[in-house]
């Protein structure tokens, strides 16, 4: 059973920054797929951003892409996502994905 466990969300102003991180345990982490996604209140979930079990293949929801980074450490089991430039419109739960696994996410807040 693979287990996801986020980390890093916080409150931040407009502008700022932050990095989640997601720990993976209980699989070869090195041959995962990996994706963000992100709920806001009141609304479905979102993808956000997607890297290949290597990192060497990313790919970006248009809302986020050029403001954040999807990267991985397989010597970790952690797959990151740094978020520059950070919006209102960013405050969401975000959870990161395996295939049918799901962790329960960490907080992101922007205040404007």
């Known amino acids: 059973q693979v287990q996801l466990v986020e980390s890093g969300g916080g409150l931040v102003q407009a502008g700022g920054s932050l990095r989640l991180s997601c720990a993976a345990s209980g699989g070869t982490f090195s041959t995962f797929v990996m994706q963000w996604f992100r709920q806001a209140p009141g609304k479905e979930r979102e993808f956000v951003a997607y890297?290949?079990?290597?990192?060497?293949?990313?790919y970006y929801a248009d809302s986020v892409k050029g403001r954040f980074t999807i990267s991985r450490d397989n010597a970790k089991n952690t797959v990151y996502l740094q978020m520059n430039s950070l919006k209102p419109e960013d405050t969401a739960n975000y959870v990161c994905n395996y295939g049918p696994f799901w962790g329960k996410g960490t907080l992101v807040t922007v205040s404007s």
């Open positions: 890297i290949n079990w290597s990192g060497s293949n990313t």
